[in-house]
C-alpha cells in the first residue's frame, strides 16, 4: 500500500456547529486504515463519504480537476477545509495519483481535447481517441485503463454514475486485477463493484465508520431483496 492510514484531528475541528466539521462521523471517526489495494466507502447520500475523499486528495496534495463554479445561495465557510485536519502515514513516501468524479471528468476530456490540437501524440495515452468523441462511458473506461496501468493513489468518487452494468464488471475487473502498483479508494453505491475480491469496505452509515462484510452491506441486502421478488 502507498497510503496506509488516514487520522481524523477532530480535537482541532475549527468549529462543530458547520459543515463538514458538523458531521457526527468525522466527529467520532479516528482513523482509517489501508490495507488492502483497494478500498470502498459505502453509505446513504450525506453521510460524508464523498467529502472526506475530496479532502484525502487535498491532503495528500492530488489536483482536483475543477468544472465551472456555480454561485450557490448558502456556502460553509470551512468548505474545503477537512484536509487540514487530516494526518496521513504513507507506507515509502508520497505517491502520485488522480481523483476521479464524473461531475468533472467532462471539463478534464475538453482539456486533453485541447492539449492534442497542438501535440496528437497526447490521444495515445487515451487510447489514440479523443475522449469527447467517445460516449461517456467509453471514455471513462479509456481514462481508467490507461491511468490506472501506472503506480499511484487513485480516488473515484461514484465513477458508476455513467457506467452500464456490464461497464461496471469491466472496472470491476480493472480493480481486481492490481496491476501496477495501484492503490484504490473509491466512494461507491455499486454493488458490482463491491464485489471486488479482497477489497475492505468502510461503511460511512455507522458511527463510528465500520469496516463491514460486502453481504452486510446495505447495498447488496437492497439488491438480494429486490432480484429476489
Not at 489495494?37 to 453521510?47: A, Q, R, S
Not at 504513507?90 to 471539463?107: C, E, K
Amino acid at each position: 500500500m502507498h497510503l496506509k492510514r488516514v487520522r481524523i484531528r477532530s480535537d482541532l475541528f475549527p468549529t462543530r456547529e458547520q459543515y463538514p466539521f458538523s458531521l457526527d462521523v468525522l466527529q467520532r471517526t479516528g482513523e482509517l486504515e489501508f490495507s488492502t489495494p483497494v478500498t470502498f466507502f459505502v453509505g446513504e447520500n450525506g453521510c460524508g463519504k464523498s467529502t472526506l475523499l475530496e479532502s484525502i486528495t487535498r491532503a495528500c496534495r492530488i489536483h482536483i480537476w475543477r468544472g465551472d463554479e456555480r454561485t450557490r445561495s448558502a456556502r460553509s465557510p470551512y468548505e474545503g477545509h477537512l484536509h487540514r485536519y487530516l494526518e496521513r502515514e504513507w507506507a515509502d513516501g508520497s505517491v502520485h495519483g488522480s481523483y476521479f468524479s464524473s461531475q468533472n471528468f467532462q471539463n478534464f476530456s475538453r482539456i486533453v481535447d485541447e492539449w492534442a490540437a497542438s501535440d496528437p501524440d497526447v490521444l495515445e495515452y487515451f487510447g489514440g481517441r479523443s475522449l469527447l468523441t467517445q460516449s461517456h462511458g467509453q471514455s471513462i473506461m479509456a481514462f481508467f485503463r490507461s491511468r490506472f496501468s501506472r503506480p499511484g493513489l487513485y480516488l473515484l468518487d461514484e465513477p458508476e454514475t455513467a457506467l452500464s452494468p456490464k461497464t461496471q464488471l469491466a472496472l470491476r475487473e480493472l480493480l481486481a486485477a492490481g496491476t501496477g502498483g495501484a492503490q484504490f479508494v473509491i466512494a461507491t453505491h455499486s454493488p458490482i463493484l463491491l464485489s471486488t475480491p479482497g477489497a475492505t469496505i468502510y461503511s460511512f452509515d455507522h458511527v463510528p465508520v465500520r469496516r463491514v462484510a460486502y453481504e452486510d452491506t446495505e447495498h447488496y441486502r437492497i439488491y438480494r431483496e429486490f432480484m429476489g421478488r
